[in-house]
């Protein structure tokens, strides 16, 4: 310490004040950026040529965060295509999530009995908290499908092939890590949306052989989810798949910087990669010219995030959860409805029916067991080693049309099965379709067990209070009260006309009614009637009401 202040002090008589508090300030600032001095900064910022030797190829060499980024890139690869700055908008999500996730955090607690009233309170008390939930939600969701496209785009312009084979295998389990973070998170509100979601999704695991058991109280912490299955998953949320997922991003950033962005297809050779070997011509330095661009895409897709979460996206939050109630259509989260559409598949063979009895006797496989545990799991497992199955030395597309085709199969039956997956199933096959009687189904369209739904989207000065039937042309004196009860008459109409996909059809002497009543101030009662003769020639009598609040925010 004497020494330092020696130091000090000797400078401060040789240079003066102002000069040695600049002087230290710029080591400060130098050893802060990694060798860069305040000068070298401004000139990155401005798009200043470097000077020789450049001095901003320091930070990749010493800096912790820049040593994982190439100092130059080849010029073909700085444009939108063929990389469309999908594995930077992957690693911008991921990070986006960690910091809205942190802030939520804090406000939460991992128990049955805090955990909705805690997210009430994030929507309503705490100071942006709706806003952050909004954005740590949409930022989720968008994460799942950037990964998604990034590993789809990978695959069509076969970057995946040698030497970047184990580059592809980090970017299976970062995709695959990406589904669990998002599925992980989705039982933390603790409301009846996601408690029963998480339920048929863990349930899966209940069918595998051997250890399905085991697994499901891994997962649950019991028979059913409860206290123990919400703390596990908050802790698989914020602690271990993120670690996971950190781990293999710096793997997966080092592989690609090991061996550089593959080049456009028809740029190589057959059977080359040249990503490493850039002419000094062809290189573009990370400093400025990547690292601002990167900034650019960044900024704008934080700016989409907010305005999308400030405007018209709002993280749905239902009923606190009921395990004594399973709402009407429950479905997993959709990059989940692949494999719902998978359990829904009848026959261990299709058009063999005769045939399950077989596998069900001898080998103890039922169609959810067969489709659901092994075929699921091996069609994620056939990612793994696309790299190794491929023979084919060439990237180009006009070579790779067996791959392709593939691939564009692939995608076309995990878009297929995700609509079978749906409640309604897939249009026009009707494949998947799990609909229950029709006054049910119509309930169901206007008055959703979870979810907003039409009804609640209407203004609550349109919920004229009276009695109106569902027939003719409406007079309710309020314009889109009107509309919708013409909504419901079509929908009636529709189904007595046609029979679902199961075959039920509406009676033919269905008769709808709507009632609005007045229950207190500012809250009201909207009842849907729906009466009918079963095909017994028995009367029934459907109904099905929601209270809706003036300052409930549903309406848009």
């Known amino acids: 310490m004497a020494v330092i202040g020696e130091k000090l002090v000797k400078q401060l008589r040789t240079t003066g004040v102002k000069s040695t508090?600049?002087?230290?300030?710029?080591?400060?600032?130098?050893?802060?950026?990694t060798g860069l001095t305040w000068n070298d900064v401004r000139g990155v910022l401005r798009g200043d040529p470097p000077a020789k030797p450049n001095p901003r190829v320091k930070p990749h060499t010493e800096s912790f965060w820049y040593h994982i980024r190439p100092t130059f890139y080849h010029e073909a690869v700085t444009t939108l295509y063929p990389t469309f700055r999908?594995?930077?908008?992957?690693?911008?999500?991921?990070t986006w999530e960690i910091i809205t996730g942190l802030f939520l955090m804090i406000f939460y607690t991992p128990s049955p009995t805090a955990a909705y009233v805690n997210m009430i309170d994030i929507m309503t008390n705490v100071p942006f908290?709706?806003?952050?939930?909004?954005?740590?939600?949409?930022?989720?969701?968008?994460?799942?499908?950037?990964?998604?496209?990034?590993?789809?785009?990978?695959?069509?312009?076969a970057s995946y092939k040698k030497p970047r084979q184990f580059t592809w295998f980090t970017g299976v389990i970062l995709l695959i890590i990406t589904l669990f973070l998002s599925f992980s998170g989705y039982l933390l509100p603790w409301d009846q949306l996601a408690f029963w979601a998480v339920t048929i999704g863990t349930s899966m695991a209940d069918a595998a052989p051997l250890v399905g058991r085991e697994v499901n109280l891994l997962l649950r912490g019991a028979p059913d989810i409860g206290a123990g299955g919400l703390l596990r998953f908050y802790l698989f949320h914020?602690?271990?798949?993120?670690?996971?997922?950190v781990v293999f991003v710096a793997v997966h950033y080092y592989k690609v910087v090991r061996f550089g962005i593959s080049l456009p297809p028809d740029m190589d050779a057959v059977g080359e990669d040249t990503a490493r070997k850039v002419p000094p011509e062809k290189r573009v330095n990370f400093l400025p010219d990547i690292a601002t661009n990167e900034i650019m895409y960044a900024a704008v897709t934080f700016a989409v995030l907010a305005i999308l979460s400030a405007t018209v996206f709002a993280a749905p939050l239902e009923n606190h959860a009921n395990p004594k109630q399973t709402?009407?259509?429950?479905?997993?989260?959709?990059?989940?409805?692949?494999?719902?559409?998978?359990?829904?598949?009848?026959?261990?063979?299709?058009?063999?029916p005769g045939a399950d009895s077989f596998f069900a006797n001898g080998l103890g496989l039922t169609p959810k067991v067969f489709w659901g545990v092994i075929v699921g799991p091996l069609l994620i497992a056939v990612l793994f080693i696309v790299p190794y199955i491929d023979p084919n030395p060439s990237r180009r597309y006009g070579d790779r049309k067996i791959a392709l085709g593939i691939g564009a199969l692939f995608a076309a039956l995990i878009l297929y099965l995700s609509l079978a997956g749906r409640p309604l199933g897939v249009p026009i096959t009707g494949f998947g379709y799990v609909g229950g009687d029709p006054a049910v189904e119509v309930g169901q369209h206007f008055i959703p067990d979870e979810g907003e739904g039409v009804?609640?989207?209407?203004?609550?000065?349109?919920?004229?209070?009276?009695?109106?039937d569902v027939i003719g042309t409406p007079s309710s004196g309020s314009a889109e009260l009107d509309k919708m009860i013409e909504e419901i008459n079509s929908e009636i109409s529709s189904r007595k006309a046609n029979a679902d996909p199961l075959g039920k059809i509406m009676p033919a002497d269905a008769k709808g009614t709507v009632a609005i009543e007045d229950i207190q101030v500012d809250l009201r009662k909207f009842t849907l009637f729906i009466d009918y003769t079963d095909a017994k020639g028995a009367p029934q009598k459907f109904e099905k009401y929601i209270y809706l609040h003036k300052e409930s925010g549903y309406s848009h």
């Open 455 to 468: 009804i609640k989207e209407m203004s609550f000065d349109a919920l004229v209070p009276g009695t109106y």
């Open 21 to 33: 508090v600049a002087q230290r300030l710029d080591d400060a600032f130098t050893r802060w950026n």
């Open 238 to 245: 914020v602690l271990l798949f993120p670690l996971i997922g």
């Open 327 to 352: 709402p009407l259509h429950t479905v997993a989260p959709w990059y989940f409805y692949w494999l719902q559409g998978l359990l829904k598949i009848p026959h261990v063979i299709p058009f063999l």
């Open 86 to 94: 999908l594995g930077l908008l992957s690693a911008v999500f991921f």
């Open 129 to 157: 908290g709706k806003f952050m939930r909004d954005l740590h939600r949409i930022g989720a969701e968008g994460m799942v499908i950037v990964v998604t496209l990034h590993m789809c785009r990978t695959f069509i312009t």
